[in-house]
């Protein structure tokens, strides 16, 4: 069955590489964007690079909900919530939000290697209260960098899912073997959405100090534990 | 100049480990404890998998602190503040205290893959709370299982060291360096080690889930923020 990922906010570095990896691998993806001009406009730069036969569109962050099975937010942590509220009466029932936003304190004029305490204690957390009933909110790629996703070549990094429904962690995992380069891992509870966003903060600083553009891996689980192309 | 590391709650199993692999690469230690029997029945373990010319001995904590330079807590999180008032007085001028310890709720009765809320925000931050004025303080090693160390072989992990004090992050980088397989990277202020202590709780939550014995690797940098053997 065909799946539509939705990736709402995907004008910015982190959903436009993500949509170009999975427009890449033959998903078919709607570019979702405050400005539905905008989102056309990320939408052509991606089939220019992914070719002719590439399945990508471009529309409003809401008019995207309506007609996608699976929502990808990567939005600056300063319009999460308000996001959230607006798309909320068109998220379809059976859909999955993967939450990839991260809280940095540069959302408030702070620095991007510090994150703010949410209450409930992560972004992701915070979007599962958001979503209608019966919506599973699973936290993911917060530690791929947007410049991994928009170079060529495989991206050296694994990707940590984390889930309180095991069947939307299923597909967020799936979703991640998409991007050459990245093993999945099931990372337990939405709870450990914490950690997984303050390590994107960790990376950042990393970043800044030794001018790279940083991942994890994780070594040491027994080789069913990662998943992978 | 030789200097002396002093491994406090060292006859535990991550500061046991710490304290074979120093020993091994030729550094001199001192195993504390609560209980100097149980130091001394430690260091006698360590000599006999480091051989004879192994440079180790056991005491009491306060005691071991009196004649080391480097100190690192391995100590559960439940003893972390009780240990330092303890051994403040003890504490050598020009010292620097590298801390490992992890704030895990499993110190309180809840689960190792959860940490507590630490006022500083960190166990590591606490530490440099409690140390006499002109102590530095590192966080460090805390995402080293202690599995890895006491295996034998390289340690397929990275240690991330965070300190306020340049001239003691460069200490506990070269110190992470002498054991092999780890590489150290130079994490900025002490404020990241909240994150490090995180991470460890996520990597707990991966073994328990995956059966293994997890750890991190950063990618991405350049080679010059990498320090290994």
Redesign the interface.
């Known amino acids: 069955m065909p799946r539509t990922i939705a990736v709402l906010g995907g004008t910015g570095p982190e959903g436009f590489g993500l949509a170009l990896r999975w427009v890449q691998a033959g998903e078919t993806v709607i570019i979702g964007s405050r400005d539905a001009k905008r989102a056309q406009d990320a939408a052509e730069k991606i089939r220019q690079r992914a070719g002719a036969n590439a399945k990508i569109v471009g529309d409003e962050n809401a008019s995207a909900c309506t007609v996608a099975d699976l929502l990808v937010l990567t939005i600056p942590f300063e319009g999460h919530a308000a996001l959230l509220k607006q798309i909320k009466p068109g998220i379809r029932p059976g859909s999955i939000v993967i939450d990839a936003t991260v809280p940095l304190a540069a959302s408030v004029g702070g620095r991007a ?2 994150t703010l305490g949410v209450w409930q204690a992560s972004a992701a957390q915070q979007t599962a209260e958001l979503v209608p009933k019966g919506i599973s909110v699973v936290a993911a790629f917060q530690n791929v ?1 947007a410049e ?1 996703l928009n170079a060529e070549g495989p991206v ?2 694994d990707v ?1 899912v984390c889930s309180d429904d095991p069947n939307a962690s299923q597909i967020a995992l799936q979703l991640a073997t998409r991007i050459p380069g990245v093993r999945a ?4 509870k939405l ?2 959405a ?3 966003e ?2 994107t ?3 950042i ?3 800044i ?14 080789p ?2 990662y998943s992978s192309q």
């Open positions: 290697s510090r960098g991994l050296d990094c940590i891992i099931d990372g337990g709870e450990n914490r950690i997984l303050q390590i903060a960790l990376l600083g990393l970043n100090r030794h001018k790279g553009h940083s991942g994890i891996r994780i070594t040491g689980l027994p069913e534990a």
